[in-house]
């Protein structure tokens, strides 16, 4: 069965701390991208990544950056967690290939920063 | 710049049919996707259609897309407590397979 995972399903930071959030993918997909959910305002796009070591700005970049040195991994950093980034983060990937169609979405992960 | 937009909330009674439904904005979408999110899980893809076609019928799934309007809905025939649910509409951006544009967000509460 194909799979994303993200490595924490619940984290709990302090303000201030560098956060690193892991996402794993196992379909030899081209595409990953790093979403933010809070209620009412549905899902917020924070990066992606089109190729291994490229990333490009989504939405809401501000406070994050990441890093893709694999083409299996995507990692989601918070250089300086704020309370504000209290939420729930969800990796996805997708393919570029014709016939393979939207995405495959990690179970989130959880973080709450005190 | 894209836009999809979906009402927040729906509450039926079991054995009801449901119907979510969607707007967007880009015309030039290749495809439309539904996904549904279960209490603390990630999103799962439950359909999607091509843009040339009008209907997709997936047993208790029927979506219809009305290019004209940019109007998606989602209709779940005799819905039951396990649909309870949020679900998002996306659309695909023009010139780019990788990237989808979600909605909001529908909430479902099936009553029983």
């Known amino acids: 069965d194909v799979k994303v995972t993200q490595s924490s399903r619940y984290l709990v930071k302090r303000t201030g701390e560098k956060v690193f959030l892991e996402c794993v993918q196992d379909m030899d997909h081209e595409n990953m991208f790093w979403y933010r959910q809070d209620p009412g305002l549905g899902l917020r796009l924070i990066y992606f990544s089109y190729d291994v070591k490229m990333k490009e700005k989504g939405d809401i970049p501000e406070g994050y950056s990441v890093s893709r040195e694999k083409k299996e991994r995507f990692s989601l950093i918070l250089e300086s967690a704020s309370t504000n980034q209290t939420s729930m983060y969800l990796c996805a990937s997708s393919s570029s290939r014709v016939g393979d169609y939207g995405y495959t979405f990690g179970s989130g992960t959880r973080l709450t920063v005190v | 710049g894209e836009d999809v937009e979906q009402s927040l909330f729906l509450s039926v009674r079991e054995g009801d049919s449901s119907v979510i439904n969607c707007t967007y904005t880009?015309?030039?979408?290749?495809?439309l996707y539904w996904y549904k999110q279960e209490p603390g899980a990630g999103l799962q893809l439950l359909t999607y259609i091509f843009s040339n076609m009008d209907m997709k019928q997936d047993q208790r799934l029927t979506v219809l897309l009305n290019k004209k309007d940019k109007h998606l809905s989602l209709r779940i025939a005799d819905t039951q407590t396990g649909d309870s649910a949020i679900y998002f509409c996306?659309?695909?951006?023009?010139?780019?397979?990788?990237?989808?544009?979600f909605g909001q967000g529908t909430t479902l509460q099936v009553k029983p």
């Open positions: 880009d015309s030039s979408s290749t495809y």
């Open positions: 996306a659309e695909s951006i023009s010139g780019n397979t990788g990237k989808l544009i």
